[in-house]
């Protein structure tokens, strides 16, 4: 980071030296200057771009040249989506607030480049943003360049070749779950929210959808059964919670129930009206994500991780977790399990709701091995049908 130091000069005035380490350049570096607010400005520059003077400068000289910094950008763009719900456009200016505007809010941009942005995807790896994390800022970042890009501030969108990082995880961010496992989270978890967590495994419905569900939404006397899905909870723009429509137009979707969940959802709805919440807490008020997590999902997990006997002592011979699900990984799960059962890919993908086939293709096609061994097999029948071109080690050879 670079710093100022401040010098009292032999004639009585004052000095400002920023001094910083130039990662391209051996030892120390410095730059004085007579006016604090200039040394300040040279700080910032210097954290923006990574400690680099040949960036700083060309980002003093684009101030020159005047124009909307990229904070500015960013809340004209954000300002400018007219297909997002108040929930979405509330999420996109925390996600600048937290992650753009203290990196490279104060620049022009007209002086982004891809340098730059590179330089600021490490930054927030060094802050400890997972992957996807990364990819999700970096995508509202290059959708305001694109929108800089209309209204005539930069010429070309900076983002548009930047490599995104990996994630750094062994295997999956994925998490799926056993049936033996689940079980041993249920045994774990209390007996008021065990409903709720089947559901969630048995519908593969977003935990928003889920809390949001009316009785009335549900059909247990059709056949199949079936629970409808066309609301969701979101956050307005003082983050309070309301319900209002699903993600996206595909989530509005009708899914069918096994006959032993809608036994247990009619056992869970008896006595309620239509236009109660299927599922609430203990006390009878929505079931909130951040608490439920807290209070209930998390430690239900630690427990199945470290079992104890009935006097409360470790227990080595208890079945263990090993596995650390997230409450949406019983999404995940369900679309394991139905692909395990046959379900095709297609029909899969208007189950979740995706708003696209190939969504559900690219986050579940590795999870079907049935599959690949079946393409193995045609591709090996169709070669069959080569074999008399094909060469083979018995085969009487040509003579030379």
């Not at 800089?148 to 961010?173: F, H, I, K, M, T």
């Not at 470290?306 to 596995?323: F, I």
């Amino acid at each position: 980071m670079a710093s100022i130091e401040r010098r009292a000069r032999g004639d009585g005035t004052v000095a400002y030296r920023v001094v910083w380490r130039d990662p391209t350049q051996p030892g120390r570096q410095s730059l004085t200057f007579d006016d604090r607010r200039q040394a300040e400005q040279t700080v910032k520059l210097l954290d923006s771009n990574g400690q680099r003077l040949t960036l700083a400068v060309e980002v003093a000289n684009a101030i020159r040249q005047g124009g909307p910094t990229v904070e500015d950008v960013v809340r004209e763009h954000i300002e400018l989506l007219n297909r997002v719900g108040e929930d979405t456009r509330t999420g996109y200016t925390l996600r600048a607030r937290d992650h753009i505007t203290p990196h490279i809010g104060a620049l022009p941009v007209k002086a982004l480049t891809w340098q730059q942005v590179t330089l600021w995807i490490r930054e927030l790896q060094k802050k400890g943003l997972s992957h996807k994390s990364i990819a999700n800022v970096h995508g509202l970042l290059s959708a305001s360049m694109n929108t800089a890009v209309r209204l005539g501030y930069r010429a070309e969108n900076p983002c548009a070749a930047v490599r995104l990082p990996r994630s750094q995880r062994a295997g999956d961010d994925m998490v799926v779950l056993e049936p033996e496992e689940l079980d041993l989270i249920l045994d774990n978890t209390v007996e008021h929210y065990r409903p709720f967590i089947i559901t969630l495994v048995g519908t593969g419905m977003r935990f928003g959808e889920a809390t949001a569900l009316h009785v009335e939404d549900l059909s247990l006397d059709a056949h199949p059964p079936t629970m409808r899905v066309n609301k969701a909870w979101k956050r307005d723009g003082e983050r309070q919670p309301y319900i209002g429509a699903p993600k996206s137009a595909r989530s509005r979707r009708t899914i069918s129930l096994s006959p032993d969940l809608a036994e247990m959802l009619r056992e869970v709805t008896a006595g309620k009206r239509g236009t109660d919440l299927v599922f609430v807490n203990v006390a009878g008020r929505p079931i909130r994500n951040n608490t439920f997590w807290a209070t209930h999902w998390t430690p239900a997990i630690d427990k199945s991780h470290n079992p104890v006997d009935a006097d409360g002592q470790p227990d080595p011979d208890a079945r263990r977790l090993t596995k650390r699900p997230r409450i949406h990984d019983l999404r995940h799960t369900h679309a394991s399990w139905m692909l395990a059962e046959g379900m095709d890919m297609f029909t899969l993908s208007r189950r979740l709701g995706h708003e696209t086939y190939a969504t559900t293709d690219s986050r579940y096609s590795h999870l079907m091995p049935a599959q690949q061994l079946n393409a193995a097999e045609v591709a090996a029948a169709a070669m069959g049908r080569l074999r008399s071109r094909v060469p083979r080690d018995d085969a009487p050879r040509a003579r030379e």
